[in-house]
Every structure is written in C-alpha cells, then in structure tokens.
C-alpha cells in the first residue's frame, strides 16, 4: 500500500513541483488548493496519466472549519492518516512597515502561520489516532532568521513558523511524529519570474554556489525528512540556499 502524502497550496510553484516529486517517489498524494482550478485539472490529469494515485481538494488552509473537512476527505479517500503533511501554501505582500494595512498584515498570518498550525494539528491527530507516527515538513524561506524589509507580514510569519517547527516536534515527538523544516533561498518559479528586474541574475551573482534556486532543489530535502534515513531528526531547519543566508553581509577591501 502506498504512502500518503498531503501538500497545502499544491496546484501551482513550489508545491506543485512537491506533488509531482512525490508522486514520483510512490506516495498517493492529497493537495488542497483554493485559486486557478485550470491548474488542478492538469496536475491530476497528468499524474493520473502516469499511473499515479492523487486528489485535489479546495480548501482555505487558514479557515479552521474547511481544514478539518479537508482532512475527513483525504481519509476518507485513503483509507488511512497521512503519514507525511508538507505546509507548502503562502501568500506575501510587498510594503514598508508604515504602509502596511491591517488586511494585508492579518491575509498573510492567517495563510502562512494560521495555515501551518491548523493544518499541522489536523493532520497530527489523524497520525495519533491511526496510531502509525508521521512527518510534518513546514516550508519556511530565509526569513525564518534574517529580516527583509518591505516584507513585514511574510518575515512575521516565517519567524513563527520557524519556532512552530520547535515546538510541535517537542510536544508531537513522543507520539512518533517528526516535524523539520526546509527553508529555501531565492528559488525560481513562475511567480518569482515575474517579479522586478533580473531575479535570477540578481541572486545568482550573491549566492556561493553561483546560481539560483529550482523547485526541484527542494523536492529532495522533503524527500530526506520524509524517509527513514532522518527517523532520528526532529525540530531541525534545513537551508536549501545555495549559502546565501550563511555568508555574513560585510564591506569587501
């Protein structure tokens, strides 16, 4: 019987590229999504394609109600808990801390953080009642420890999820649920394409290892923490950046 996997905001970016991984690696895999239904269409008609086994739900990870009728569908589905969750979905909004408006500020908790724990707690309990443990990988961003400014709300919330990792792996180890967390650098996606000037340029020239991010730089850390082989790793934060968060910012002579 295969794994189950379940992805938050699996239909577009970073989680998409982790449903396919997954998928890959034999997991049958549950992703909520709330926008661009176009996009869920062809994630599972392509996976389904390749013999896949996966289920699109839309669900709004930050409204308690909806995340707790998403996770009696997945099990309804699988038969069985999770036993890996990834909290992929985020939101961010661009703004001097001045500027910034209380619905902005509330929009990007209530996805990043708000999404993370009740996503975190509902698929724990499931895990616990199933009584098979699990792993929980929370995807954080290089502001889980440095400060970006005009990003107020996004850095807030990766600085929580950074010690929400800590603490539901102390309070969930005894039950055999592991969380960790992989934070990436400047990752280059359909979104962050978009953005102004040269993104990968921009970082490539600052970052150690000489490029920039792909999603598919991820999909193996998640692997990683999913799997056996980090059975005794919990409460840890992994750096998927190439080494640009490790380098010290100092004048150069």
Request: aromatic share 8%; charged share 15%.
């Amino acid at each position: 019987m295969s794994k189950i996997a379940v992805v938050t905001g699996g239909n577009s970016g970073i989680g998409r590229h982790l449903v396919e991984a997954l998928s890959g690696a034999g997991y049958a895999v549950a992703f909520s999504w709330l926008h661009q239904p176009e996009l869920t269409q062809s994630l599972v008609e392509g996976i389904e394609a390749k013999g896949g086994r996966i289920l699109g739900l839309e669900c709004d990870v930050g409204d308690e109600a909806a995340v707790i009728a998403f996770y009696k569908a997945v099990h309804d589905w699988a038969g069985t808990a999770p036993d890996l969750l990834v909290n992929n979905a985020g939101i961010q909004t661009w703004g001097p801390l001045l500027e910034v408006q209380v619905e902005d500020w509330d929009a990007v908790l209530r996805v990043n953080l708000k999404g993370t724990f009740l996503n975190t707690r509902e698929a724990a309990r499931h895990m616990v009642e199933a009584g098979k443990g699990g792993a929980i990988v929370n995807i954080g961003s290089g502001c889980n420890k440095l400060a970006f400014g005009n990003l107020v709300a996004y850095t807030a919330s990766k600085g929580g999820i950074e010690q929400f990792t800590k603490v539901s792996a102390v309070e969930l180890g005894p039950k055999n649920i592991r969380v960790n967390c992989v934070a990436p650098g400047a990752i280059l996606n359909e979104r962050t394409a978009q953005e102004t000037g040269d993104y990968a340029g921009s970082w490539s020239a600052i970052t150690p290892l000489g490029r920039v991010g792909t999603p598919q730089d991820l999909s193996g850390p998640v692997l990683f923490f999913a799997s056996d082989a980090a059975r005794f790793v919990t409460g840890q934060t992994l750096w998927v950046d190439g080494g640009v968060f490790t380098q010290a910012n100092f004048p150069r002579y």
